[in-house]
């Protein structure tokens, strides 16, 4: 059974950072892609970042240069760091993984994701 916990929102002020880690369990295939998606209320799910097993990443446009996917395999952990928060990055946060080989370009597609966690809120106030 393929478990995703995410944790670390919160509240911040604009300008601020927060990081968000989501515990994988329950996988064992060597090939995976994984990603932080978000959803405000009324909005689509959007893609934020996503990540491989090959090291390939992907940002969408609204967050490059401010956030940064990463993985610590030794604690199966997947982070999202956000800096330089935005009012617009208020949402619910989710993390997403699925198996096998995926085109890069299908990393911030939501449909790529068999596996999704409960999410964890970031509210960013001006």
């Known amino acids: 059974q393929v478990q995703l916990v995410e944790s670390g929102g919160g509240s911040v002020q604009a300008g601020g950072s927060l990081r968000l880690s989501c515990a994988a369990s329950?996988?064992?295939?060597?090939?995976?892609?994984m990603a932080w998606f978000r959803q405000a209320p009324g909005k689509e799910r959007e893609g934020v970042a996503g990540f491989d097993s090959s090291g390939s990443t992907s940002y969408g446009d609204s967050v490059k240069g401010r956030f940064t996917i990463s993985q610590d395999n030794a604690k199966n952990t997947l982070y999202l760091q956000m800096d330089s928060l935005k009012p617009e990055d208020t949402a619910m946060y989710f993390c997403?993984?699925?198996?096998?080989?995926?085109?890069?370009?299908?990393?911030?597609?939501?449909?790529?994701?068999?596996?999704w966690g409960q999410g964890t809120q970031v509210t960013v106030s001006s």
């Open positions: 997403a993984a699925g198996w096998g080989l995926l085109p890069t370009e299908w990393l911030l597609d939501r449909r790529s994701y068999a596996y």
């Open positions: 329950g996988y064992t295939n060597s090939r995976y892609y």
